[in-house]
């Protein structure tokens, strides 16, 4: 009877043992499925801002010249001219014709808010005649000679990149108020700008000297000559359809560069915190980007970007958020209608007549 009750006082031990160590494993099955399922600002996840910001309009303005006598319109015509009328050697006419600037050969809606890669086969259109699949292959041609141009120029005469261009009302305050922000929002450009060429403009008006934007990613191009005042963004030397005919394309293009933008954020974050000497710290994540510009292209590219997080095509709980800006060529209400309703959490946009020039900038950024 004694050898009974051991037996079963033993079978009875191994019984809760075995329990135990059921209900063990399946206690760490439920923490590992939280953790991975569960959103990372549950476990210590560090959450970061993305602010990107487009040029002309939104951070710089133009005089009434700008358009026609601007080292940067001028390289439009000086870059179509040297590499697609010199290229036409069996049509003596392409040959011999001076390509006029942007403003005088297009009219506004073709140039305005778009980018400098459609720009530049628009342009070849219109003065000689060459379909864009004809003038495409050229494109990675025309902006290095159209960098090349500005920056030679910019070193004969270190005042020609800024004539007839300035900052606007309050940038500089409110870049150098972000710059002292720099654990949790980070800062680069969105613009249609050859990166080469936005980099001379940023070191030229001093928003440079702000510290604001942050360190280039390493997948983005050096551009001898200014591979020490790089910075974070995405630019119209990264993307360019090269579909001139379709309108949309202005905003669509628009809003792969911010998708490059969010991208080499987002890689700059993981290198950053793999970086750290203690790896036991939370990461940092993009939970936040917010696009800053004037033109409805920049409207719409944003809530582009957005639209493809509710579909899933991009992170799901990244919000977009967009400052839209009307101090460059469209009005406000404009921009309002283009932007539409909010989606909380997932479409935040804001119209600011004022631009950045306005005290309540930062909280529109959400900030």
């Known amino acids: 009877m004694l050898l009974l009750r051991s037996r079963r006082s033993t079978t009875t031990t191994s019984v809760v043992r075995l329990l135990y160590l059921g209900l063990v494993i399946w206690s760490c099955c439920c923490c590992d499925w939280w953790y991975l399922s569960t959103p990372s600002h549950y476990y210590g996840a560090h959450a970061f801002t993305l602010v990107t910001f487009d040029v002309d309009g939104t951070l710089i303005q133009g005089s009434g010249q700008a358009a026609e006598a601007s080292l940067h319109a001028q390289a439009f015509s000086h870059a179509v001219r040297k590499v697609l009328a010199s290229s036409s ?12 600037p942007v403003a005088q050969a297009l009219p506004r809606e073709l140039y305005h808010g778009s980018t400098d890669g459609l720009i530049l086969l628009r342009l070849a259109q219109a003065t000689l005649d060459m379909d864009a699949t004809e003038s495409f292959p050229y494109l990675p041609q025309m902006m290095d000679c159209m960098y090349e141009f500005m920056l030679s120029q910019s070193k004969e005469d270190a005042t020609s990149i800024g004539k007839y261009i300035s900052p606007l009302p309050g940038v500089m305050e409110h870049l150098t108020e972000l710059a002292n922000r720099k654990d949790s929002v980070m800062c680069g450009l969105v613009t249609g700008n050859v990166e080469g060429i936005a980099r001379l403009k940023m070191k030229t008006v001093g928003i440079y000297e702000t510290g604001v934007l942050a360190e280039a990613c ?5 551009w001898d000559g200014t591979q020490d005042i790089a910075f974070l963004g995405g630019f119209g030397s990264d993307f360019c359809s090269g579909n001139i005919v379709d309108l949309d394309r202005n905003h669509l293009d628009r809003g792969e560069q911010i998708a490059i933008a969010v991208q080499r954020c987002q890689r700059q974050l993981a290198k950053r915190h793999s970086g750290t000497n203690n790896n036991n710290d939370p990461p940092s ?5 917010v696009h800053v510009g004037d033109a409805p292209a920049d ?3 944003a809530k582009a970007l957005s639209e493809r997080t509710l579909q899933n095509q991009v992170d799901d709980e990244l919000c977009v958020g967009m400052v839209a800006v009307a101090t460059g060529s469209y009005p406000a209400d404009l921009l309002q ?5 909010p989606i909380p959490g997932k479409w935040e946009p804001v119209v600011l ?4 020039g306005d005290p309540m900038f930062l909280k529109a950024c959400g900030l």
Not at 285 to 289: A, E, F, G, P, T
Not at 337 to 341: I, K, M, Q, R, V
């Open 218 to 222: 390493e997948t983005q191009r050096i």
């Open 353 to 356: 007549e004022q631009g950045m």
């Open 285 to 289: 994540l993009l939970k936040r980007v």
């Open 89 to 100: 050697s069996g049509n003596s006419n392409k040959n011999q014709k001076d390509i006029p």
């Open 299 to 301: 409207v719409l590219a």
């Open 337 to 341: 209608e283009l932007a539409g309703s």
